[in-house]
């Protein structure tokens, strides 16, 4: 099983980056893949998931309306479009599977997630 994530760089505040997780060893279509991130220091925090069972997307709160999570079945990758980029959306992103729709990003469901991927950085400068 293996998740890369790919897209990350540093751009100026009101920017976009678009962020692919590429899934591989795994029934991508049963799975819920999400993203999360981290800054040090502090705890992972979810950001959005996509729910490839029934299409479901789900977002936390503060980026509501700034990004946007989709996914393609026929090359298993998951993208993150996150524009109107802030500096408190600076962190190391992850993206992550669980054998199951998806969890609310606003809450604490990391340890649901069975795979997880190595991170990718971006940074939002003022």
């Known amino acids: 099983v293996q998740l890369v994530e790919s897209g990350g760089a540093e751009v100026q505040a009101g920017g976009s980056l678009r962020l692919s997780c590429v899934a591989s060893g795994f029934t991508f279509d049963d799975y819920g893949i999400a993203w999360f991130r981290q800054i040090p220091g502090k705890e992972r925090e979810g950001v959005s998931c996509?729910?490839?069972?029934?299409?479901?997307?789900y977002y936390r709160n503060s980026v509501k309306g700034r990004f946007t999570i989709s996914s393609d079945s026929a090359k298993n990758t998951v993208f993150l479009q996150m524009n109107s980029l802030k500096p408190e959306d600076t962190a190391v992103y992850y993206c992550?599977?669980?054998?199951?729709?998806?969890?609310?990003?606003?809450?604490?469901?990391?340890?649901?997630?069975?795979?997880w991927g190595q991170g990718t950085q971006v940074t939002v400068s003022s």
């Open positions: 992550a599977a669980d054998r199951a729709p998806c969890w609310d990003p606003n809450y604490d469901f990391e340890y649901e997630y069975d795979y």
């Open positions: 996509y729910s490839n069972s029934d299409g479901m997307t």
